[in-house]
């Protein structure tokens, strides 16, 4: 490893090249980080150009790529540009996390704040900030008030992408009619599309890096269209009228983020997107509740019981009750019921103007469920179908959420099925508008939900959401969404998630935030009689390798009570973190995430694997020197494997310390989980 000082000499060397390439001197500007690994240069050309250029210990991670805005109603923000000023600064703040994948924070990272501005036409300026940190960057735009730009009305931007060497990049595409719920591909970088963020790539010299954004408030959510070669250029998802984004100055846009790691599980354990949020804003959150639920869902994803009304109803009240009681006898805090109000006969995908909030359906009574839930310490999770129909869900958002507040409902499952550009608005025209699911419109949606629910003391959890940006650092009853490819579509079969699925999301999709996921299935058991592609031991070992702070325990309960042994991980297994690490794993292949109880000495640890049995030797050395502990370890059994023997399970014992190393044997479409119990 360079020292410092040779850290900061390596990170000057590319940075003189690119500005003696230039045919006449550039105007630039730059920042290292912390410890002088990582480093940006902001440079002009000779048309007035800017562009941004990030390396690595002397080696460009970002080749030049280009800074600007375009605008439907002035001249784009782009040409005849000169840096006019430039102010650095250093911050380091230790913070705390309310609930998360660990307590303590740091926000360690360099400024830099560079003015542009026009020398000839309009003759408007712009900021554009940098955070540099040790594991990568952020910056956005800050945009000042100033004569004729008082009013922004955002085409596209500018925002270029350009990655320096040959890559192997892990996505998904964007703008198509499934949201963010596909498979994700594995190709060169030069064969990617339009991509959603986060996107990841791991260079051909090792190095991994992911790009996404953080903050996303009040703005349309950003996408990667490349445009050639390894040259990625943002592509904002298109608002309700000509611009992308409507907005007043002065404004500041969501931060661009780059993370980037030696390892595909320094991605996994960089603070990097929270410490770009701003920090809480609700103050006393103990309110917010993490917790582990059940509910009235997998059994209507195997067709047994329907959301509708009727003889095979879910949401009723004797349904309901069995599962709080299940819930409080094996210390879980929450039930879902899907299904419980009026909305739901009918064609509710396609029109959702007859959901209402706060009427249940006649075989569900509400206020009796609720007050047997809180008699036995469970609360209810409330469920808020939209199906895309923003506006229609807004017209009652405020009785819904006063209703699940005098009701004791500490939280909500939103969700918003509708097809990609089918989410319905309501604009300022005060008409009814279609919209994306990450417009401008749907985002400014969500965050009235969020602080709907906030003044009830409710936290909520999207299905269908915007993606996750880190506010929850801001906004802490935001505690977890969907957003990607959850076990539901193991239930349907035909095709379920293949093996390699969760190993691919703990480094994609997971870098952004929490996913509520679901796992836990037990019965194995789809709608096409199609085998899933897990086995009993994986779905324990989710618990820990994909973090959410709601977590549910999805199968059906005859199928716990059956497997009692394998269920008593789950009951055992937090959901809220004193720390995180990730020891081992590589995008896509096999993943191995270690947890650290919030408050408490006991350690967890989770490995799934994809179609290739595995061994995984796991250093120890997370673990408390000074201590010993029992590690209670649940694995694949002999035979076992998706396409063999999918509940073939062995649970043993032993003792390990910090200096000690665990194989994890893991089977085809397997994994194991552990629990290290501190004496």
């Known amino acids: 490893m360079p020292n410092r000082f040779a850290g900061l000499l390596a990170a000057l060397l590319p940075l003189a090249a690119f500005a003696a390439a230039a045919d006449e001197p550039r105007t630039s500007a730059r920042v290292a980080s912390p410890d002088a690994r990582v480093a940006v240069e902001v440079t002009t050309d000779n048309e007035g150009r800017a562009s941004y250029a990030v390396s690595r210990d002397g080696r460009p991670v970002i080749a030049p790529s280009r800074l600007g805005m375009m605008f439907t109603d002035a001249p784009k923000f782009e040409r005849n540009l000169a840096i006019v000023d430039q102010r650095t600064r250093t911050h380091d703040e230790h913070w705390e996390l309310p609930w998360g994948e660990r307590r303590h924070m740091r926000d360690h990272h360099n400024e830099l704040r560079v003015t542009l501005a026009e020398h000839s036409g309009p003759k408007r300026r712009f900021d554009v900030v940098f955070r540099v940190f040790d594991d990568g960057i952020g910056f956005r735009y800050d945009i000042p008030a100033q004569p004729g730009l008082e009013r922004l009305s955002i085409a596209e931007e500018l925002t270029e992408f350009a990655v320096a060497d040959a890559a ?46 953080a903050a996303l408030v009040d703005y349309s959510g950003m996408n990667l269209a490349r445009v050639d070669g390894r040259r990625f250029r943002a592509a904002l998802t298109p608002g309700i009228g000509a611009a992308k984004v409507v907005v007043a100055a002065p404004f500041a846009t969501p931060w661009r983020t780059i993370q980037i790691g030696e390892r595909a599980g320094d991605l996994v354990e960089s603070q990097l997107i929270l410490n770009l949020n701003a920090p809480n804003a609700l103050g006393d959150v103990s309110w ?3 917790m582990k639920y059940v509910g009235i869902w997998w059994e209507m994803h195997l067709d047994r019981r329907s959301w509708a009304s009727g003889p095979k109803h879910g949401a009723t009240t004797e349904h309901a009750i069995r599962h709080i009681d299940f819930a409080a006898a094996n210390g879980f805090g929450g039930v879902l019921v899907e299904g419980w109000n009026v909305g739901w006969d009918g064609d509710w995908f396609g029109n959702g103007e007859t959901f209402s909030f706060t009427t249940p359906y006649p075989d569900f009574d509400i206020e009796a469920v609720t007050r047997h839930a809180r008699a036995q310490g469970v609360t209810l999770i409330g469920h808020h179908e939209t199906s895309g129909h923003a506006g229609h869900y807004e017209a009652q958002l405020e009785d819904a959420m006063a209703l699940y507040g005098r009701l004791g409902v500490q939280a909500v499952k939103t969700g918003y099925v509708a097809d990609a550009g089918q989410a319905k608005v309501t604009g300022d025209d005060g008409r009814l508008h279609y919209a994306w699911h990450e417009g401008q419109a ?38 977890t969404r969907e957003g990607a490819r959850g076990m539901e579509y193991n239930a349907w079969g035909q095709p379920g998630n293949p093996p390699g699925h969760e190993a691919t999301l703990v480094y994609t999709r997971l870098l952004a935030g929490p996913m509520d996921f679901t796992p836990g299935i037990f019965g194995m058991e789809t709608r096409s009689g199609t085998p899933m592609s ?3 031991a994986k779905q324990l ?11 549910m325990a999805a199968d059906l309960l005859e199928h716990y009570e059956s497997r009692p ?13 004193e720390d995180t690490r990730a020891p081992a794993g590589e995008v896509g292949t096999f993943a191995v995430i270690a947890r650290r109880a919030r408050g408490g000495d006991d350690w967890y640890l989770g490995g799934v694997t994809d179609d290739d049995a595995r061994v995984v030797a796991v250093a120890l050395d997370f673990l408390d020197p000074a201590r010993r502990y029992t590690a209670q370890i649940y694995r694949d059994g002999e035979g076992a494997g998706w396409r063999t023997d999918p509940h073939a399970l062995i649970i043993e014992t032993r003792e390990v310390g910090a200096g000690d190393t665990l194989e994890l044997a893991m089977a085809s479409g397997g994994g194991q989980a552990v629990r290290f119990v501190a004496h």
């Not at 939900?449 to 909520?460: G, N, W």
């Not at 299905?463 to 650092?473: M, S």
């Not at 042994?565 to 973190?577: G, K, L, N, T």
Request: charged share 20%; glycine share 4%.
């Open 442 to 479: 749907m985002v400014r949606h969500h965050q009235r939900v969020v602080e709907a629910a906030a003044r009830h003391r409710i936290s909520v959890n999207p299905h269908e959401p915007v993606k996750d940006t880190g506010l929850r650092r801001t906004w802490p009853n935001l505690v």
């Open 534 to 536: 897990t086995t009993l």
């Open 565 to 577: 042994e394998a269920f008593q991980f789950v009951r055992d297994v937090p959901v809220d973190w």
């Open 168 to 213: 192997t990049a892990w996505w998904i595409p964007a703008f198509e009619w499934n949201r963010e719920e596909y498979l994700y591909h594995r190709t060169p970088v030069e064969q990617v599309g339009q991509a959603q963020t986060p996107i990841t790539l791991r260079t051909d010299g090792g190095l991994h890096l992911s790009i996404h954004e």
């Open 288 to 290: 917010v509740r993490p």
């Open 541 to 551: 070992a989710l618990y820990v390798v994909i973090h959410s702070p709601l977590q």
